[in-house]
């Protein structure tokens, strides 16, 4: 079974940019996470889909919106870039039914770097 | 408000001795816990959870974890390390009330295993 796959891998954009990043979650998983990864504040929650409805946000301004696809992909995407969204994004996916106890899979990631 | 501690920012260890990577959680009501661990350039992989019943969870690669309720920890251990177990690890919670993907890491704890 293949794993979460993202693209692209790797982004270099300069500050008042947008960028879009992609996520393709393992098959049959219905809910896709995002969370953005930096040295200084850890990993930190963005938002949840699943059947293409948002379910969940955490706490980052208006620039950072996201959606879902009929088939489960999803997007992220970050507007007006600033230097402070430099980091490593990382998409999971889980079957987002079982409650709680649901593990979610990770991808590799998307190394953004704002310059 | 929820969170999460790893108080060690790195743990070093002997290869052949055993290994424990510390947690500890802050929520309200009764917690779903996870273990992840982190390779250079590469996403969470996650190795075990505690839903309910059992202190005791083992996960993948030979990690285990002891969940303590009165002292609200979710210590990850391992009987022998490997050079191979060197790696990031993260400590993550669900907490209630919600059923959506929302983790909430710690910091993470830099595991060295030395030859």
């Known amino acids: 079974k293949a794993g979460v796959t993202q693209t692209p891998r790797y982004l270099i954009k300069t500050r008042g940019q947008q960028v879009t990043l992609s996520c393709s979650p393992i098959?049959?998983?219905?809910?896709v996470s995002w969370y953005q990864q930096t040295p200084g504040q850890g990993l930190q929650f963005l938002f949840e889909?699943?059947?293409?409805?948002?379910?969940n946000k955490g706490n980052f301004p208006g620039r950072f919106s996201g959606r879902q696809f009929s088939n489960s992909r999803s997007e992220m995407n970050v507007s007006t870039l600033e230097l402070g969204d430099s980091a490593l994004y990382l998409c999971?996916?889980?079957?987002?039914?079982?409650?709680?106890?649901?593990?979610?899979?990770f991808g590799p990631g998307t190394r953004l770097t704002v310059l | 408000a929820q969170s999460v501690a790893q108080p060690e920012d790195q743990v070093n260890v002997a290869e052949g001795n055993p290994l424990t990577v510390k947690c500890t959680y802050s929520?309200?009501?009764?917690?779903?816990l996870f273990w992840y661990v982190q390779y250079p350039n590469r996403g969470l992989q996650f190795l075990l959870k505690y839903i309910t019943g059992d202190n005791l969870v083992k996960g993948s690669y030979g990690f285990e974890a002891e969940f303590n309720k009165s002292q609200t920890s979710f210590h990850l251990k391992k009987p022998s390390a490997l050079v191979s177990d060197s790696a990031l690890y993260f400590c993550?919670?669900?907490?209630?009330?919600?059923?959506?993907?929302?983790?909430?890491f710690g910091q993470g704890t830099t595991l060295q295993v030395k030859p």
């Open positions: 999971a996916s889980s079957w987002g039914t079982s409650g709680r106890g649901d593990e979610q899979f």
């Open positions: 993550a919670v669900r907490a209630p009330p919600s059923n959506t993907g929302k983790l909430i």
């Open positions: 929520v309200s009501g009764n917690p779903y």
């Open positions: 098959s049959g998983h219905r809910s």
């Open positions: 889909y699943f059947s293409e409805t948002q379910r």
